[in-house]
């Protein structure tokens, strides 16, 4: 897995078994491989930008390898010998999305484009790669995005509580799962920024030096900048009703340049768009979660659940709710998105529909993904 925020490769190495809802699931190793600074900044020239399809091609191969020895690195350093893998799941670095319908040549069409080549990965390793997981959900009338719920229903569904499981990564997404729900009952959307926005500000501020915040100090140094964050939650797209998926597209490089344009100082930038990313989860929680359930745990994964300030407001914003990691629940936080995606890897192997059309608005259960043997 490697996600919007583009700080690196993360593989997760995952027994699975059984079918239905009754699979088992054990997380054997993990591994995480940031990505070199050039590869880095290559990637965002190419992430919704003008720019060259021969760079675009180029880093579509160039990630296959890159995956290709992560995986391989993943298998020495957790001790598991690559002969036993048998399958790996690569969900590739988006570049691009839009999971609503634009004009486009006369044509109202919706799309997304994630690179990393499956073939490559193939090749390198010798085992089957289930790759490209969104663009079938999009041609079923989705919105290709969120596909982690699937796994959230399957790890965290429970006979009495009502469960929001929330991951913040690059962008944030929640699951919310009933108590005793099946699989149609559940809801699922992207809420707005994450980490995304704070990632950027802190780049900037660092001068190339840091790609977070960590342990949210800098957020901690700023000031909320109160007119700002009232403006920023203005946004229409707070008040939409799921399905929704967000991206680079709305909170990438231009969202950045007019926060900075404003000329506030970037520590206060900072402190608000930490504050931005919680009071969002929280506002979409109230908004289109808490009508359909109690919320009785919030149960967050991700980056962000590292960063004491994120976790703080939330916790400030949602004191009706329990608020905790899914650590709590053997579930790795860093390792969770790429848990997911072994699952949905593990479901299109067998030829089983693993998209929630309630989350995604897709008119019906599809096989994700294209396979390379």
């Given amino acids: 897995m490697s996600g919007t925020s583009l700080d690196g490769i993360d593989v997760a190495i995952v027994d699975i078994c059984g079918s239905s809802w009754r699979k088992r699931v054990q997380l054997r190793a993990f591994y995480n491989e940031a990505y070199p600074r050039a590869i880095r900044d290559a990637l965002l020239r190419v992430s919704n930008a003008a720019t060259h399809t021969a760079e675009i091609a180029r880093l579509h191969f160039l990630l296959g390898r890159l995956y290709a020895t992560a995986v391989k690195r993943a298998c020495r350093r957790g001790g598991v010998r690559l002969e036993t893998v048998e399958l790996i799941a690569s969900h590739g670095q988006t570049i691009f999305h839009e999971g609503d319908p634009v004009s486009f040549l006369g044509h109202r069409v919706a799309s997304t484009l994630q690179i990393g080549d499956g073939s490559v990965i193939a090749e390198l390793t010798g085992k089957p790669v289930v790759s490209d997981f969104r663009p079938r959900d999009i041609a079923a009338g989705g919105r290709g995005a969120p596909l982690v719920p699937y796994a959230d229903y399957l790890l965290f569904r429970h006979r009495q509580h009502n469960r929001v499981v929330l991951n913040i990564g690059g962008i944030a997404n929640l699951t919310a799962v009933p108590a005793k729900a099946r699989p149609e009952e559940v809801i699922g959307f992207d809420t707005g920024p994450g980490n995304m926005v704070i990632d950027a500000l802190v780049d900037i501020y660092s001068g190339g030096k840091l790609k977070f915040d960590r342990d949210g100090r800098m957020a901690a140094k700023g000031k909320v900048i109160r007119p700002l964050l009232n403006q920023l939650l203005a946004d229409p797209y707070y008040r939409r009703r799921p399905p929704k998926t967000a991206g680079r597209e709305q909170y990438g490089r231009e969202f950045v340049s007019k926060l900075v344009a404003t000329g506030y100082a970037l520590p206060d930038l900072i402190a608000t768009a930490?504050?931005?990313?919680?009071?969002?989860?929280?506002k979409s929680i109230r908004r289109f979660v808490v009508p359909v359930m109690r919320v009785d745990q919030v149960i967050v994964s991700g980056g962000g659940a590292h960063n004491p300030r994120i976790i703080?407001?939330?916790?400030?914003?949602?004191?009706?709710?329990?608020?905790?990691?899914?650590?709590?629940?053997?579930?790795?936080?860093?390792?969770?998105?790429a848990l997911a995606f072994a699952l949905l890897g593990y479901e299109t192997w067998r030829r089983r529909p693993s998209n929630l059309p309630s989350v995604t608005g897709a008119a019906r259960p599809v096989v994700l993904g294209k396979v390379s043997y």
């Avoid at 930490?274 to 929280?282: K, N, R």
């Avoid at 916790?315 to 390792?335: F, I, P, R």
């Fill in 274 to 282: 930490t504050v931005l990313s919680a009071a969002t989860i929280a």
């Fill in 312 to 337: 703080e407001h939330l916790v400030a914003l949602l004191t009706d709710m329990n608020v905790c990691t899914s650590e709590q629940y053997g579930v790795s936080v860093d390792a969770k998105e």
